[in-house]
């Protein structure tokens, strides 16, 4: 082994030491320096300031962290201008502007030295950079780069430091599914790598996601496994902080009595390692109590959570010491102490309203009520709950009356159109409705709306609704003054699908007779609504996801990146979760376009909205084309409510504007329905045979013409579009040719 090699692998070996634990490197920082006396200064340097920012000493770390940067600056040494300025970045964290300059200079030295583990460490730091500023779209961006460019595990450090944090974006996410997926991944390096320190982590991790999932018994297991290893292992902190989650864990499954021998060994071992900061200790006594009061030991519950209202009022943490406040009246009605329990309550009352802590004040009123109650003061406790639900009718007035003057407005922002005629043409466009699928859709809408950079994917059957809800987000958002630009990917030619998208220079291609901006660029600080997404060429999709990440656009025939701000909302009417099981639609992309999701119901699971939509569109018409309204009867809208609407409330919208067009009658009843539209009302058993009957006759099509869907559509005399819609409803795709072609590939 050479003399480099010898080097490397020595300071390997030392940051190893210091990355298990810290505190006793630093103990024995002298004696590392004899055992590896043929690392130099800066080697020992950086390995000192890595172990003080570890534990917290910023204010230690940096000034040899500068000295670090004038020694590398001197011979250009890029591991230790990149690392030393990303723990610089570290010790900055109160102030985000500079530890933002240290981060972006760490990833110019990355690239500048063409070093991809040096460029994941940078991208890695950015990545947790971007969590804590709470963007966990950009946070996760970063760290899935990360993973791509350590396709070989080349540093496992790195590696699974990321997918821990990935694993993190997911739980906050609520995406438990990828959180473990992550988790294992990192788990099976971990083991491969024999890294005991990132086993015990990443155990303790899982325990907590199976936790939230209530797999209590495989998450028991996984803290067992942690603590057993803590203990090995010599790390006391970690293995005090096994011992609570074991005993939060017990407290969720309702095992007090585990909990409690969990508790007491937490508790035993925190003063034997001399662990005492009063966070853990408010957070170990509430636990106790919870634990004795499911028990049935009031008295001793009452004891600790007088102890943990001392730790929260020492530690200043207004919201703990009401909600402690709130656990304790109810210990003490319990135990039929009313009055203790009633002066407790008044005394939170005071301290939440002082504070605005409105959820709190109701609970706080909720909890007195029922005081009221046990002490049979029957009028105080009905004055009571009247107030409350007031309060509580009060806000949800509120609510409704923000629904109800919800309106969406699609203008055209290339129209000449006056904007009375505009304001005309857009009543077409609302959502409306009073079901609670609708309801849900509208309250989805709206707080999705007020996240103004996040990205989302509607779904639901064509003539849902999809691209009006799209219009209806953008219109509640901060981008509302910046353009909603739609754009129907379906009816884009894959050859032309790079220039509509990032457009093109003058002369990049014939018929590119001047320079044009894509949609992206055109979308730029307002909304970007990619209907049918699914539709984008496999083969495209690359291209569109990287543009995703990096938030730049390269226009065909250009060299130069253009940076854009958009919001992304996709739509599909297809089954994509299947598209990308079957690898017709990237997992990447699909998480990318997805962060959240909006389904939309079909009409026929809504029947009861189908009324409010005649009227809607009835005063559509009228107001627009200046026809008379007409009466309607109650056979009518009985007999629409009978009929499944494939065509969704687009179909009805037809319906509508053909009856004024062709029915001749002022009162619509059910007859003049039939007369004009001949509806085919089908039973549930007709239309299951109708759709089991057309899945048949679409597959033996595809077989026959060996997948090539055009050929298959013309034969059963359907457009392309019909058949693409159909093939995905019906989870045909692995006849089609596409899907054929992948196979072989992959083989």
């Not at 009063?278 to 957070?283: A, G, Q, T």
């Amino acid at each position: 082994m050479n003399d480099t090699k010898i080097v490397e692998e020595n300071f390997k070996s030392l940051r190893n030491a210091c990355h298990s634990n810290p505190v006793e490197y630093l103990k024995k920082a002298q004696n590392y320096r004899k055992k590896y006396a043929g690392l130099n200064k800066i080697h020992f340097l950086f390995v000192d300031a890595y172990a003080y920012s570890k534990i917290g000493r910023f204010d230690l770390a940096e000034p040899i962290l500068t000295e670090i940067l004038s020694l590398a600056l001197q011979d250009k040494n890029f591991f230790f201008l990149v690392h030393g300025n990303l723990l610089l970045s570290l010790c900055y964290r109160k102030d985000l502007q500079k530890a933002k300059i240290f981060l972006e200079t760490a990833e110019e030295y990355a690239r500048e030295a063409q070093d991809t583990l040096l460029l994941a460490a940078s991208l890695a730091y950015l990545g947790d950079y971007y969590f804590m500023q709470n963007n966990f779209d950009l946070s996760e961006n970063f760290h899935l780069q990360v993973q791509s460019l350590l396709v070989k595990d080349e540093d496992s450090h790195i590696k699974l430091q990321s997918l821990l944090s990935l694993a993190n974006t997911s739980i906050v996410a609520k995406k438990y599914k990828n959180a473990l997926i992550y988790l294992f991944k990192g788990m099976e390096i971990s083991e491969r790598e024999n890294n005991q320190h990132y086993s015990l982590t990443i155990k303790t991790n899982l325990a907590k996601v199976l936790m939230d999932l209530k797999r209590y018994a495989e998450g028991e297991k996984f803290l067992l496994d942690a603590r057993e290893l803590s203990h090995n292992l010599g790390l006391g902190i970690q293995e005090i902080q096994v011992l609570f989650s074991l005993a939060v864990l017990n407290l969720k499954n309702k095992s007090p009595q585990k909990a409690l021998t969990n508790l007491d060994n937490c508790h035993a071992l925190s003063l034997e390692k001399k662990f005492d900061p009063p966070e853990f200790y408010m957070d170990l006594y509430n636990n106790y109590a919870i634990a004795h009061a499911l028990n049935g030991d009031f008295d001793q519950a009452i004891t600790f959570l007088d102890k943990a209202t001392a730790c929260a009022i020492d530690i200043g943490d207004k919201i703990a010491e009401q909600e402690i406040y709130l656990n304790l009246a109810k210990m003490l009605m319990n135990v039929r102490q009313f009055d203790k329990a009633e002066a407790l309550l008044f005394r939170s009352l005071k301290s939440s309203k002082k504070y605005k802590l409105h959820e709190h004040i109701l609970v706080a009123k909720e909890i007195l009520a029922k005081l009221y109650l046990s002490k049979k003061d029957y009028a105080k406790s009905f004055n009571l709950m009247q107030k409350i639900h007031s309060e509580l009718r009060k806000e949800i007035t509120q609510l409704k009356d923000e629904y109800n003057r919800i309106e969406v407005q699609n203008f055209d922002l290339n129209s000449n159109n006056k904007p009375q005629e505009q304001a005309n043409s857009t009543l077409n466009k609302a959502f409306v409705g009073i079901s609670e699928a609708t309801r849900k859709v509208l309250h989805d809408a709206m707080l999705v709306a007020k996240q103004a950079n996040v990205n989302v994917l509607i779904r639901g059957e064509s003539g849902t609704g999809k691209e009006v809800v799209a219009n209806l987000i953008h219109k509640n958002s901060l981008r509302k003054d910046y353009p909603f630009v739609p754009i129907n990917a379906a009816a884009i030619s894959s050859s032309l699908m790079e220039s509509e998208l990032f457009g093109h220079k003058k002369g990049s291609y014939t018929g590119a007779i001047s320079n044009e901006k894509g949609i992206f660029l055109k979308a730029h600080k307002g909304t970007l609504f990619i209907d049918e997404i699914t539709e984008i060429p496999i083969e495209f999709q690359a291209k569109l996801l990287r543009v995703l990440e990096s938030k730049k656009v390269i226009p065909v025939g250009s060299s130069n990146e253009i940076s854009f701000d958009t919001r992304i909302i996709s739509s599909t009417n297809r089954s994509i979760n299947d598209m990308v099981a079957n690898d017709l639609f990237r997992l990447d992309l699909f998480y990318r376009i997805n962060t959240i999701e909006i389904i939309l119901p079909p009409l026929r699971d809504r029947k009861e909205d189908i009324p409010i939509l005649v009227e809607h569109f009835v005063k559509m018409f009228c107001n627009d084309c200046r026809w008379n309204e007409p009466n309607i009867d109650s056979t009518f809208i009985q007999h629409l409510q009978e009929y499944s609407f494939p065509g969704n409330i687009r179909e009805l919208k037809n319906i509508i504007e053909k009856l004024f067009i062709l029915g001749k009658s002022s009162t619509w009843d059910a007859k003049l329905l039939d007369k004009i539209c001949n509806l085919e009302i089908k039973s549930n058993k007709s239309e299951k045979h109708e759709e089991s009957s057309e899945k048949d006759r679409i597959t033996q099509a595809l077989i026959r013409f060996k997948g090539i869907r055009r050929d298959a559509a013309r034969f059963l005399d359907m457009s392309n579009s019909t058949m693409t819609r159909r093939i995905g409803k019906y989870n045909l795709e692995a006849f089609t040719r596409i899907h054929q072609a992948k196979k072989v590939t992959k083989k």
